[in-house]
């Protein structure tokens, strides 16, 4: 089993449209966790980080579920500027570990 | 401020000849990582660098790969006797308080 898993998509919506994703970690002992962006041939972007409580920034927002090990993101009112991969990564202690992404494709 | 830097940002090289990839971090990061990234694929961990503890080298795929980082900053990944599989992005990252800065990366092809 990988230490981080996400759907690779793509995930084809309108704009306008709400969507999420989530990525499960297999080491309980993870304490940090993030979203990056990846635009194609760019290299991965901070989106925001992941905590306890949940987080939001403008259309998107963030939750961890440590119980069952996976984290969330979640993309209100979707522009075609969303149009990215989305790189889950988890930090159990000093690793730091990427999920392979999932594909978005925002469509007019 | 200055980002993460890398060269070169593309590198053509024939299979069986070794390359040189640097990465300058940004300054006062005291962790580095390295990464690899096929067309349409994720990140492949290679190695990690922290302050001056041993390296974690458990993502090298083979004894062909090596890095080095000096005096805790400026580092390079080694690749001797490249193969075709070799070629792939190759991004740099430093690290604040576990966000990563990525580099643009460098282009590998092996011919």
């Known amino acids: 089993r990988k230490e981080v898993e996400q759907d690779p998509g793509p995930f084809n919506v309108p704009e306008g449209a709400t969507v999420a994703f989530n990525c499960t970690y297999s080491n309980s002992a993870s304490q940090s966790f993030f979203w990056y962006r990846q635009d194609c041939r760019k290299e991965p972007k901070l989106l925001m980080s992941v905590y306890s409580s949940g987080n939001e920034d403008g259309r998107f927002t963030a939750q961890l579920n440590r119980a069952s090990q996976y984290i969330s993101l979640l993309i209100r009112d979707s522009k075609l500027s969303d149009s990215a991969t989305y790189l889950c990564v988890v930090s159990p202690a000093s690793k730091i570990i990427f999920g392979s992404g999932t594909r978005l494709s925002i469509r007019p | 401020g200055a980002g993460v830097s890398q060269s070169p940002s593309n590198k053509v090289t024939e299979k069986g000849k070794d390359v040189e990839l640097r990465c300058d971090p940004i300054s006062g990061h005291t962790a580095l990582y390295w990464y690899r990234q096929s067309l349409g694929q994720g990140l492949e961990f290679l190695i990690y660098f922290q302050g001056n503890s041993a390296p974690d080298k458990s993502g090298l795929p083979s004894d062909r790969f090596s890095a080095e980082r000096t005096g805790g900053s400026v580092s390079t990944l080694t690749i001797q006797r490249t193969q075709q599989e070799d070629s792939a992005v190759y991004l740099c990252?430093?690290?604040?308080?576990?966000?990563?800065?990525f580099g643009p990366g460098t282009r590998l092809t092996v011919l």
């Open positions: 990252a430093s690290t604040s308080y576990n966000e990563q800065f």
